[in-house]
């Protein structure tokens, strides 16, 4: 589990693809405290550590992965948020976060608004009645408040910190975003499922 909130930006050194695509991504973490076997939300997907280096771990995603997320998209370079996953007795500073996208969705529009920067994105249709004003998503990883709601859009206001401290200082319009919806409105839609 994790909280959505970014901890280091690190990026992509390598990618090679043998079966799965084994990532090896640099990190401002100490790797030295980091296990084979860990948990790492890497922009919002929950990947397993596989080896380390002084400076950087690798981990590896399926086929599954890549068509399910915008990993298919990193190039070497690309900029990953990374969050190491919780540890009883930390503070949980922003919600619950599994590290499983929900689905991908697209920037439409990038809107200054005095120091904060207002973001719109795309919304599946099957995803609208889980997103709700006011409630928490995740997007690559960053835990964030829903400013509004439409039946095909959402938004939401990133303050100059969240801008300055994750992979959003370079989002673009057109730009494909990991989303994943609130836990507790996943549990609800499905109660609700099967009480009918």
């Known amino acids: 589990m994790f909280t959505g909130i970014i901890t280091d930006v690190g990026s992509i050194a390598t990618l090679e693809k043998n079966g799965d ?3 090896k991504i640099t990190t401002a973490f100490d790797t030295e405290n980091i296990e084979i076997g860990a948990s790492i939300a890497c922009s919002g997907v929950c990947l397993t550590v596989t080896d380390k280096g002084d ?3 690798a981990a590896e995603a399926s086929d599954e992965t890549l068509s399910c997320t915008n990993l298919g998209a990193w190039r ?18 922003g919600h619950v976060v599994a590290g499983h996208v929900d689905a991908v969705v697209t920037l ?4 200054p608004i005095g120091d904060s920067t207002k973001l719109t994105f795309s919304l599946p249709s099957d995803y609208a009645a889980l997103v709700a004003a006011k409630g928490s998503v995740t997007l690559d990883g960053v835990s964030l408040t829903v400013n509004a ?47 009918k």
């Open 55 to 57: 400076d950087w771990f």
């Open 149 to 195: 709601v439409g039946d095909d859009f959402f938004t939401v206001n990133i303050i100059s910190h969240t801008k300055a401290n994750t992979s959003f200082k370079y989002l673009k319009v057109g730009q494909e975003i990991n989303m994943e919806i609130d836990v507790l409105a996943r549990y609800v839609a499905r109660m609700n499922e099967v009480a």
């Open 21 to 23: 695509t084994k990532i």
């Open 108 to 111: 439409t529009n990038l809107e």
């Open 76 to 93: 070497e370079g690309s900029p990953v948020n990374l969050e190491r996953a919780l540890k009883m007795g930390d503070e949980l500073g």
